[in-house]
């Protein structure tokens, strides 16, 4: 089965004309103030601001925590930037009347045919950069369907501060300074899986406004009638390699390595409803042609023996794992060989309770994740830096197993399973033992 993972996008941006001036108003600090400080107009035109004082803005904002091993931190090291909450502030930019939710339902969260609101995004904060930047780090994952984070920069005049995201090889570098005063004065907005690496660059001079969003999946990922034209010709072969008498004729396990890295929590690994690009179509595709779908996390224990120095001729092997119980590290890692005896302790000796099929088991559809992969599945576990402390959410990186019904000659092509499974339960351990089969 041949397919091309670039195909699938991370990020995506746009722009919006500015017709009406974006009014913004937020909560005095000290009461000393009038009201009538309290409100800016933006309009995008000479340095941005057609009405109002910015610095009572940043007079009134509070600097900007983020999240390192649960706990909210300020580290201008780290982080230079001031926030609101939305409890302090309100403005008067829609992101659903904009258009720009409807961009990235189209863009990020496709789907299988579902409709165009499937997203919801939440204002998380506003923020402001007079001379900031904020480093490479992960958002915080918010709940199990929180797939991504929308942000949107107000048309005030600054310098610098290119949004740069991430993931795997590729890169994607937002800088908002050059149109914010161009002819056409406009809202500039970035949305990308919350997965990805982004790190704001410092800005040189003026103020960058932003208001960041969490994007939630809403809508129920089940209709699986209109496959999109990029997800069709993969489904197509799904269908081809399944149909084959002489492939896995008595079922069995097929094992497809994420591409993108999901939140989940120790009494849940419940992700189907925001799996990212690719991923969502090998479990809808799957799912839908009649086989089990679950997600699993794998570890490779290979260094786990090499550290225990008591082990030589323990044959290293990666562990599918049954779910990973949540772990908090606490303390910073200077390096990446600190974090991994810490995780891989952790992990195997108490945390990682393994799945009944083994790893052996399983046909891998796509190679295991390379080295520096690896790494980020335990920075992803290790709670790193993320944008907000959190000890209920962790990342993992992980694998989609697929229970491959039999092929049947007598009823003339692949079984399908009576039912999906339902992707709470833990007990997968031999689905194509414990469930029945329909002819096809
Ligand atoms: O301001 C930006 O462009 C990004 C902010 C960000 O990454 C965050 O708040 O987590
Ligand atoms: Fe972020």
């Known amino acids: 089965m041949e397919f091309s993972q670039r195909d699938f996008v991370f990020v995506c941006g746009g722009s919006i004309p500015i017709t009406t001036p974006v009014a913004l108003r937020w909560d005095r600090r000290n009461d000393e103030k009038a009201a009538s400080c309290c409100k800016l107009l933006i309009d995008g035109e000479g340095d941005g601001i057609k009405h109002g004082d910015i610095s009572n ?126 002819n056409q004065p406009s809202i500039q907005w970035a949305a990308f899986y919350s997965d990805c690496e982004h790190e704001v660059l410092p800005v040189t001079s003026g103020h960058r406004l932003t208001l960041t969003y969490n994007l939630y999946s809403v809508a129920p990922d089940q209709d699986l009638s209109k496959p999109t034209d990029l997800e069709l010709p993969l489904i197509q072969q799904m269908e081809l390699v399944l149909n084959n008498p002489d492939f896995l004729p008595k079922g069995g396990y097929l094992g497809f390595y994420t591409t993108h890295a999901y939140p989940h929590s120790s009494d849940s690994f419940s992700i189907s409803a925001s799996l990212k690009g690719i991923d969502k179509v090998i479990w809808q595709g799957f799912q839908r042609l009649g086989c089990g779908v679950c997600m699993r996390p794998v570890l490779d224990v290979a260094r786990q023996f090499g550290r225990q120095g008591n082990s030589e001729d323990a044959r290293p092997r990666p562990v599918l794992g049954k779910y990973l119980k949540l772990t908090t590290v606490d303390g910073t890692f200077e390096d990446w060989n600190g974090m991994e005896s810490v995780m891989f302790d952790d992990c195997y000796n108490s945390n990682l309770v393994e799945e009944g099929i083994g790893f052996e ?80």
Request: net charge neutral; hydrophobic share 35%.
């Open 57 to 182: 803005l940043i007079a009134d904002m509070r600097p900007a925590t983020f999240g390192l091993a649960g706990e909210d931190v300020y580290d201008e090291r780290y982080r230079k930037a001031l926030q609101l909450e939305p409890s302090n502030f309100s403005s008067s930019f829609c992101p659903y009347t904009s258009g720009t939710v409807d961009s990235i339902t189209q863009i990020l969260a496709p789907g299988l045919g579902n409709g165009a609101s499937s997203v919801r995004a939440e204002l998380y904060k506003l923020n402001a950069q007079p001379s900031g930047f904020f480093r490479a780090h992960v958002d915080t994952p918010r709940s199990p369907s929180h797939f991504g984070s929308l942000v949107v920069c107000l048309p005030v005049r600054h310098a610098g501060g290119n949004l740069q995201v991430r993931h795997n090889d590729k890169s994607m570098s937002f800088d908002w300074s050059t149109n914010s005063s161009a």
């Open 361 to 440: 088991k399983v046909l891998w559809i796509n190679r295991p994740t390379e080295e520096k992969h690896r790494e980020a599945q335990i920075a992803y576990t290790a709670q790193q830096y993320g944008n907000e402390g959190s000890s209920a959410f962790i990342y993992s990186w992980c694998a989609i197993i697929i229970g491959v019904p039999p092929y049947s000659g007598e009823h003339g092509g692949r079984m399908r399973l009576e039912k999906t499974f339902e992707e709470r339960t833990r007990d997968w351990d031999d689905p194509l033992c414990t469930v029945s089969f329909l002819p096809k």
